[in-house]
């Protein structure tokens, strides 16, 4: 299903248009409950521009970059929400819902921020959006407390290592070292390039193929494009590729976020499977990180493999903001469809609603 298809299936796409202004009113509701206000923008407007320099920004996330991501056309839709506190700004989020669900624009891009906001403001702001918004605090100063309107919270560790340390002795603890001698071998003559020409696209746009299977790109690729771009201009950002010759076997990116390498995309190359062209790629990487003179390097979580390349070190944390206006449309919806169910089943007989709940074809 096509990045517009999801959008058209929003959250917002059970209103008819007319009612619109309606769950408006419940959005600025659950912001009133806040005690905060938000003016909604489908698109950027100039005053916007004012209110930006008004928050505060991060070197991994400047104002400028996140008025190019809000502007940016073919992503998904966006929404700019601005959200005041006695008529005075106190953030701008940016959404935008590409997949069926709303996320921050920096979701999976930028890490340690979701958008501009004023320092302690973030646990009510979340609420006041009136959205059901998945956010992800990837390497956040400090993770939130958990509250009645977060919901599918799940709490992880993300893997890393001081750059002080010595990478081989953790590595034949872990069991990992003979892993990494074999792919040395295997990979010998092999070429480490950073920064090459046209490696941060083949490396995002293979994540994208091989991860979320999108052979055209998927609806947020040029977000995530923009946003490697920018920053790589500015030393933030770095291209890791392994060359056999001229042919690409593997590659990793890396942000530069508090003077340590986060890994960020990877692709390998297929072809290059049997050489464990990603598992020297990763070796190097360590080695490239210390020598870049950088504290760390993490390599996220979720997978168990990563404990064989680095220990626990940071927190990370995924929840849906589930404010009391979701809540009650999810009620209200439940029980019009089961209302709907009963009067079909009435009308219609108990063939009314298919085992995949759609209609009965017709004889």
């Given at each position: 299903m096509s990045g517009e298809e999801y959008t058209r299936?929003?959250?917002?796409?059970?209103?008819?248009?007319g009612k619109r202004f309606g769950w408006m009113l419940l959005r600025q509701a659950a912001a009133a409950a806040q005690g905060l206000r938000i003016v909604v923008y489908e698109n950027w407007r100039p005053e916007l521009d004012e209110v930006l320099q008004s928050?505060?920004?991060?070197?991994?996330?400047?104002?400028?970059?996140?008025?190019?991501?809000?502007?940016?056309?073919?992503?998904g839709r966006k929404q700019i929400i601005l959200v005041k506190e006695k008529g005075e700004p106190i953030a701008l989020a940016g959404v935008r819902n590409s997949w069926g669900y709303w996320e921050s624009v920096t979701h999976g891009?930028?890490?340690?921020?979701?958008?501009?906001?004023k320092e302690n403001y973030l646990e009510r702001v979340l609420p006041a959006l009136g959205l059901d918004l998945y956010v992800q605090c990837w390497r956040w100063p400090e993770l939130p407390q958990i509250v009645r309107w977060m919901r599918q919270v799940e709490l992880l560790w993300s893997h890393g290592i001081a750059c002080s340390d010595d990478f081989e002795a953790y590595w034949r603890r872990s069991g990992n070292f003979k892993t990494i001698r074999k792919a040395?071998?295997?990979?010998?003559?092999?070429?480490?390039?950073?920064?090459?020409a046209n490696s941060t696209e083949w490396i995002i746009k293979g994540w994208d193929q091989r991860w979320r299977g999108s052979q055209d790109g998927g609806p947020d690729i040029a977000d995530r494009l923009v946003a490697a771009e920018y920053l790589q201009k500015r030393g933030l950002?770095?291209?890791?590729?392994l060359l056999d010759g001229s042919k690409p076997a593997a590659g990793v990116t890396t942000i530069i976020h508090r003077n340590e390498a986060v890994a960020h995309y990877s692709y390998r190359n297929p072809d290059y499977d049997r050489h464990g062209a990603m598992t020297r790629l990763k070796e190097l990487?360590?080695?490239?990180?210390?020598?870049?003179?950088?504290?760390?390097?993490?390599?996220?979580q979720r997978h168990d493999y990563k404990l064989r390349w680095a220990p626990e070190r940071d927190r990370y944390m995924t929840?849906?903001?589930?404010?009391?206006?979701?809540?009650?449309?999810d009620r209200v919806s439940r029980s019009l469809r089961a209302v709907n169910g009963k009067l079909g089943k009435m009308i219609h007989g108990p063939g009314y609603l298919t085992a995949s709940g759609g209609l009965p074809e017709r004889p």
């Open positions: 299936r929003s959250v917002h796409a059970w209103i008819p248009p928050l505060p920004e991060q070197d991994t996330f400047p104002h400028e970059l996140f008025r190019l991501l809000m502007t940016l056309p073919g992503s891009i930028v890490p340690g921020v979701l958008f501009p906001v040395r071998n295997r990979c010998r003559g092999f070429e480490l390039k950073v920064n090459a950002y770095y291209s890791h590729l990487l360590f080695f490239w990180a210390r020598d870049m003179g950088l504290d760390a390097i993490s390599i996220g929840f849906k903001v589930y404010p009391d206006i979701i809540l009650a449309r």
